[in-house]
């Protein structure tokens, strides 16, 4: 299960923590990352990361965001600095394992709205 939360309403320039809570088999995936989607748009990956693999950020967060993991409280954040409006999007935290194909879990979204 993914648990997401830490959403809420922020003014522009300032900083939210998401949090999302893994538990059961989904503990060992090969990937952890966060996905955001705005009304109209597509859902598009915003950070990921893994044992075996570099941390990727899309080109817009780069900087701004970070992507980090708890392994003790079996815990993924997005620490996320200098929010501008365009951030605004409900986000997803997101699992994905091999299991001689790629299956991928989803959390439920957390609201964020940056102010301008």
């Known amino acids: 299960q993914l648990q997401a939360s830490g959403g809420g309403l922020v003014q522009a320039g300032g900083s939210l923590r998401l949090s999302c809570a893994v538990s059961?088999?989904?503990?060992?995936?090969?990937?952890m990352g966060w996905y955001r989607q705005s009304p109209g748009k597509q859902r598009e990956l915003v950070a990921e990361s893994g044992s075996a693999v570099s941390t990727n950020y899309v080109d817009s967060v780069r900087g701004r965001f970070t992507i980090s993991r708890d392994n003790v409280k079996n815990t993924i954040y997005l620490q996320m600095n200098n929010l501008k409006p365009e951030d605004t999007a409900v986000y997803y935290c997101?699992?994905?394992?091999?299991?001689?194909?790629?299956?991928?879990?989803w959390g439920q979204g957390t609201l964020v709205t940056v102010s301008s």
């Open positions: 997101n699992a994905k394992s091999w299991v001689g194909k790629w299956q991928t879990y």
């Open positions: 059961g088999s989904i503990i060992s995936a090969n990937l």
